[in-house]
């Protein structure tokens, strides 16, 4: 567990040093910001519009960031042959895909945390359909777009840090400080729409989504490259979205093989609460322990697959 622990943790830092999460952060925050514009005269339908559309770039922004992360922080090192350096030390193959496997769901609840913060402030935003809070919407710019980045930059240029693993850690910093500033201000739209803890509960739910798409992508990444691994995602997530109609209805008649499919695919429709939230029905304590004991099930399951793939994986480097 010690070796598990320092691989994870190295996982995770390493992970935000690509530039390529750092764009899939920006991009996200970019359209979170557009949303409450595009909101507005909506027949006060602008919370549905803000949820359901965040929600989605949120699973497909996870799918691109498990596949870039899991490619990273286990898909280079076994491309380039360090990976099997490391065996060299007591280190087993499955600490090292356990460690990495923890390392990118961690990244990916980190995405979903940062995300979830934005998507309350641009609630806060646009409470009201016919005018925003320009305050807070200006907040929102500068703790997601701004500071971050420019913070990164002058601690690089100051001190040589790595400007997107601190442009990161400032996002977070800057995320949480604008959301409980933005929960407390007064204004016109706040009696609505609010900060709410249904959106967070929602949003956590989310997040298990996130872990669960992080531990399929190191699971493809012990055998395939980026490429495979960002196909396999995509038919994973496919399969997933749609199992209840292609293989529930077979499942249910007796078809062997659609039972198989049916249990083995993640069921990614049980982690969306975009329509409960948008018709302000309460999502249960019950069910949110639900969805975290099915995500564990399904990360088990997939962690297991994952150690058993990558037991027969050839490995330069690695001692005999």
């Known amino acids: 567990m010690h070796n598990t622990f320092h691989i994870a943790r190295g996982a995770f830092l390493e992970s935000l ?28 339908e602008q ?10 770039t949120i699973l497909l922004g996870g799918l691109i960031l498990s596949v870039f992360s899991a490619d990273r922080v286990m898909g280079k090192e076994i491309s380039q042959g360090t990976a099997g350096f490391i065996f060299s030390k007591p280190v087993s193959r499955v600490e090292y895909v356990l460690g990495k496997l923890l390392g990118v769901m961690t990244l990916m609840v980190f995405y979903g945390f940062c995300s ?20 807070i919407y200006a907040m929102l710019i500068v703790a997601s777009l701004v500071l971050p980045y420019l913070g990164g930059a002058l601690r690089n240029f100051l001190k040589g840090g790595n400007f997107c693993q ?4 400032i996002l977070l ?48 990444m012990t055998r395939l490259r980026v490429t495979g ?9 496919l399969g997933g979205a749609t199992a209840d109609y292609f293989f529930g209805i077979a499942a249910d008649k007796g ?21 409960a939230l948008a018709i302000k029905i309460n999502i249960p304590t019950a069910y949110l322990i639900w969805s975290f004991i099915y995500m564990l099930t399904m990360i088990c399951f997939f962690s297991s697959l994952a150690c058993f793939l990558f037991q027969g994986r050839e490995l330069h480097g690695e001692a005999s």
Request: hydrophobic share 60%.
């Open 255 to 275: 078809n062997v093989f659609a039972r198989l499919m049916h249990v083995m695919l993640p069921n990614w429709q049980s982690f969306w609460q975009a329509e």
């Open 229 to 237: 691994t960002f196909i396999m995602m995509f038919l994973v997530f």
């Open 166 to 169: 601190s442009s990161m850690l």
């Open 116 to 135: 979830s913060m934005e998507l309350l402030i641009s609630l806060r935003c646009a409470g009201d359909q016919f005018r925003l809070e320009w305050g």
């Open 173 to 220: 910093v800057s995320l949480i400080v604008a959301t409980s500033i933005a929960h407390f201000l007064p204004g016109h739209s706040k009696g609505e729409e609010g900060l709410n803890g249904q959106v967070a509960i929602g949003f956590m739910i989310l997040s298990f989504a996130l872990a669960l798409m992080g531990s399929v992508a190191i699971t493809m």
């Open 47 to 56: 919370f549905r519009m803000i949820v359901d559309n965040f929600m989605a």
């Open 17 to 44: 040093r690509d530039p390529a999460i750092i764009v899939i952060f920006f991009v996200t925050a970019l359209i979170n910001i557009i949303l409450p514009v595009t909101a507005l005269f909506v027949f006060r």
